[in-house]
């Protein structure tokens, strides 16, 4: 059962270039979400999609653009990726809480990207 | 707007004694998760808190809610040093969680 998988796991990237994360979940959930992490700061939600269908900016949207591209899929992209994105992301999905369903985040791996 | 605090953010425990984990959360929430998270790895789930009063206890961890003080605590019973580790605490706001900066756990012999 492999959960929420993430790629690529390490990139490295030059000021402006751009890149996209992938990230699919194979438990049916609904909801899906990009976080990116920083030390000292915990994770912080950059977007989110609640539904197949759906996405929303989350606390950190600037800079990022998403596409759920089914209810499996959900990419992060960096247009022209800055140094200040350095950092690590990681996707994570759920099924909403009720109904016997706890609402609690599965996580990928993480994406570890550095911009030069 | 939601904010997480935990403190400490770093302890440094001593194998065989009891320390706890502080999480305290600025508006109203029924939902709130602790997580594990070990160097270079992804996160895990430990807890799931959904109402007030609950506790949960696994091992030599045990996590509690009280959301009328807005307040999880999560205590460490005779640290071991597989207890090394950074915890977050993440509290629901609208099916997203909002993180603490985390508590980053270190046993000593």
């Known amino acids: 059962n492999a959960g929420v998988t993430q790629t690529p796991k390490f990139q490295v990237l030059k000021t402006g270039q751009s890149m996209t994360l992938q990230c699919a979940q194979d438990?049916?959930?609904?909801?899906m979400y990009w976080y990116r992490q920083d030390p000292g700061m915990g994770l912080r939600l950059i977007y989110y999609?609640?539904?197949?269908?759906?996405?929303d900016k989350g606390e950190v949207p600037n800079g990022y653009n998403v596409s759920r591209l089914n209810k499996r899929e959900f990419s992060l992209r960096l247009e022209s990726a800055a140094p200040s994105q350095t950092s690590v992301y990681f996707c994570?999905?759920?099924?909403?809480?009720?109904?016997?369903?706890?609402?609690?985040?599965?996580f990928g791996e993480g994406s570890r990207l550095t911009v030069l | 707007e939601l904010k997480v605090e935990q403190n400490p953010l770093f302890l440094s425990m001593q194998e065989g004694k009891n320390y706890t984990i502080y999480c305290n959360y600025s508006?109203?929430?029924?939902?709130l998760y602790w997580y594990r998270q070990d160097p270079g790895k992804s996160l895990e789930s430990l807890f799931v808190?959904?109402?007030?009063?609950a506790v949960k206890q696994e091992g030599r961890l045990m996590a509690s809610l009280d959301t009328k003080a807005r307040l999880s605590t999560l205590h460490i019973t005779a640290a071991v040093h597989d207890l090394s580790a950074t915890y977050f605490c993440?509290?629901?706001?609208?099916?997203?969680?909002?993180f603490g900066a985390g508590t980053i756990l270190r046993v000593k012999s």
């Open positions: 993440a509290v629901d706001k609208g099916n997203k969680l909002v």
């Open positions: 438990m049916n959930h609904n909801s």
């Open positions: 508006t109203t929430s029924d939902r």
């Open positions: 999609s609640a539904s197949e269908g759906t996405t």
């Open positions: 994570a999905s759920s099924a909403l809480a009720g109904g016997g369903y706890t609402g609690e985040l599965f």
């Open positions: 808190l959904l109402s007030n009063g």
